[in-house]
């Protein structure tokens, strides 16, 4: 079968870095994607990672380890407009297998 | 550019009711993606095509369906609506290819009675 399995909620503070980790079994892989969702808004997207290692792209970084199932989302310095949610999402042929997200709560 | 629009952006239904959804990409994308968002179970994948007059099942295609007659638009239809279909619908494209990140809609909220 196909899974994908990321924390429901996170709550983080302001200017601190939080890592939302992404665990997947799914039948094929050609990548992982992360999508940040506001609330009410549409999906919008962060990062792609199709080889193993560490994607810096400003404040955010995403790791993959293909032979682990295993993807995280670094967010460092932490604003409030960041609050929103992050789906983990892993393409497999034709297709793209999204996570339920990890809703993330930034406090001043 | 407009990227990727929907159309309506709500609608409420009776059950047994027909509608169709429209969506339209001007970024001259081969794959287009018919979405629903319900809460607590992400992103499912409903049809799909990869190129004009194509179009295939996702996760979860039963009482929907779909035509791509030109390129650029991607039509989800509902014969007749359920209150099992109430979600948030969100169309993407791709470029495809290597090209593989989605562009997603501003969704359509559907309301079935």
């Known amino acids: 079968g196909q899974n994908i399995d990321q924390p429901t909620e996170m709550t983080a503070t302001e200017g601190a870095i939080v890592q939302i980790n992404c665990t997947y079994q799914?039948?094929?892989?050609?990548?992982l994607f992360w999508y940040q969702q506001h609330a009410g808004e549409a999906p919008t997207f962060l990062s792609y990672?199709?080889?193993?290692g560490l994607e810096e792209k400003g404040r955010f970084s995403s790791f993959l380890s293909r032979s682990k199932g295993y993807s995280y989302l670094l967010l460092k310095e932490l604003q409030m407009k960041d609050s929103a949610s992050y789906l983990c999402?892993?393409?497999?042929?034709?297709?793209?297998?999204f996570g339920a997200g990890t809703r993330l709560f930034v406090k001043a | 550019n407009a990227g990727v629009t929907q159309t309506p952006k709500f609608r409420v239904l009776k059950t047994g009711q027909s509608m169709t959804l429209l969506c339209a990409q001007d970024?001259?994308?081969?794959?287009m993606y018919w979405y629903r968002q319900d809460p607590g179970m992400g992103l499912r994948l409903i049809h799909y095509?990869?190129?004009?007059?194509?179009?295939a099942k996702g996760e979860v295609p039963d009482g929907y369906n779909v035509s791509r007659l030109k390129k650029q638009n991607f039509l989800l239809g509902l014969e007749s609506a359920a209150p099992s279909q109430t979600s948030v619908y969100f169309c993407?494209?791709?470029?495809?290819?290597?090209?593989?990140?989605?562009?997603f809609g501003p969704g359509t909220r559907l309301l079935v009675l």
């Open positions: 999402a892993v393409k497999g042929g034709f297709k793209t297998i």
């Open positions: 799914t039948s094929g892989f050609n990548g």
């Open positions: 993407a494209s791709s470029q495809g290819g290597s090209q593989e990140t989605q562009y």
């Open positions: 990672n199709v080889l193993d």
């Open positions: 970024m001259n994308h081969e794959y």
């Open positions: 095509s990869v190129g004009e007059g194509t179009t």
